[in-house]
């Protein structure tokens, strides 16, 4: 089997496994316990927050680890929106955020808050100029993605983030899908909170982590939590943190040379299928500002579901979407938003590649969508025929 659905997750490193055994192993005390053995669980966290910081170019003390990137940008929010209520109840994000913001921003307006969803364009950026007049007297935040997780493109977040600070709106961004796989620098960038996950850069799955500026207030979800300064309840997870760690340095320290060799994949493979499939391919998104490890597109006149079930038939693991919403069934929100048709959007693919893609893997993943669009092709001739 070829995988391609690295953007749903990415398979542990032999780095990460190594230090989750030996953590769980050595480390294995509450590094909240006052005892030696929970004291050298907590130097171990403490450590690991200090490397994560210097990873992202933040204060070591804005750092809170979490279970993933959902609860991230969930905690995140909440915590900041609840702290800033007082100063008024509207909110901006986007229409093609990842399911766990745009359904929270759907929970807050039956709790009374005001959400503007910006429209994009057609290859996913949102507009400035929407986002400068969306901004009222009483607006306190905005989540804005870094980058989308179905096409790859990347949001000018220079550009929004000085109209954000411009008119003092907090600005949250979920850097899930970008962080690791293009430079991000939050101090620079002047981003308010950014939240990542570990199972996107061969770190374990269950693990994740929120950066909030410590000059910004934040209130605590549950009163009385004591872990992470009371930004999450339960015990915490060394282990997990330390292999976290320990993949987000080795993602980070190859991550230009990656980019580089994942982006030439990419651009092959778009060139192969274009000439060698018998059908017409579409891709979608943004044709320069995108992560060079996703390629959304179409192959007209197939539902992408079929595709992506003859593709896992023929060896070959896709996706048709965000793993967060593919058992939704409906039409995908961001390829509906770029202006496709209900058609279109039931069309969509997504081929995501990592580090254990080759270029040994091409010809195959070509020869496996020609051969289906081919039998494809064949039944429609088919079928008209009789």
């Known amino acids: 089997m070829i995988y391609l659905d690295y953007a749903a997750t990415t398979p542990m490193s032999d780095e990460a496994l190594e230090v989750f055994q030996q953590a769980a192993k050595k480390f294995y005390g509450n590094s909240s316990s006052l005892h030696d053995i929970g004291s050298n669980a907590n130097i171990l ?13 933040v204060d070591k003390n804005g750092i809170y680890f979490t279970s993933g990137g959902s609860e991230s940008n969930i905690l995140a929010l909440q915590s900041i929106i609840d702290s800033h209520r007082k100063n008024g109840n509207h909110l901006i994000t986007s229409v093609c955020e990842h399911p766990s913001v ?70 949250h961004c979920d850097a899930v899908q970008a962080f690791g796989k293009i430079s991000i620098d939050i101090n620079k960038q002047k981003i308010d909170a950014l939240s990542i996950s570990s199972h996107k ?18 209130n605590a979800q549950i009163p009385g939590t004591t872990h992470e300064k009371g930004f999450r309840p339960g015990t915490i997870n060394v282990p997990g943190i330390a292999s976290f760690t ?24 778009i060139r192969l299928l274009k000439t060698n499939v018998p059908m017409e391919i579409v891709v ?53 938003s770029l202006g496709r048709t209900e058609a279109e959007c039931y069309e969509f693919i997504r081929i995501s590649f990592g580090r254990y893609t080759t270029n040994q893997h091409i010809q195959p993943i070509i020869n496996i969508l020609k051969k289906i669009t081919s039998e494809h092709k064949s039944k429609l001739r088919y079928s008209v025929s009789n």
């Open 102 to 171: 745009y359904y929270f921003f759907k929970k807050l307006e039956k709790q009374g808050f005001e959400v503007t969803y910006l429209p994009i364009n057609e290859y996913g950026v949102i507009d400035l100029n929407c986002l400068k007049q969306s901004i009222k007297s009483t607006t306190i935040l905005a989540s804005i993605q870094y980058a989308n997780s179905e096409i790859g493109t990347i949001q000018p977040i220079d550009a929004i983030s000085e109209i954000l600070h411009n008119h003092n709106v907090i600005f």
């Open 246 to 269: 320990a993949a987000a340095t080795n993602t980070c320290e190859m991550m230009i040379e990656e980019r580089k060799r994942l982006a030439e994949i990419r651009n092959e493979i």
């Open 201 to 218: 850069v061969y770190g374990p799955k269950g693990v994740g982590a929120v950066y909030i500026n410590p000059n910004l207030s934040w």
């Open 284 to 336: 979608e998104g943004d044709p320069t500002n995108h992560l060079p490890n996703i390629l959304g597109l179409r192959i007209t006149g197939m539902e992408g579901q079929l595709v992506m079930l003859e593709a896992n038939r023929h060896g070959l693991a896709i996706s048709t979407g965000s793993a967060c919403s593919i058992t939704n069934q409906k039409p995908s929100r961001t390829i509906k």
């Open 45 to 57: 966290l403490e450590t690991c927050r200090c490397k994560l910081a210097s990873l992202l170019n």
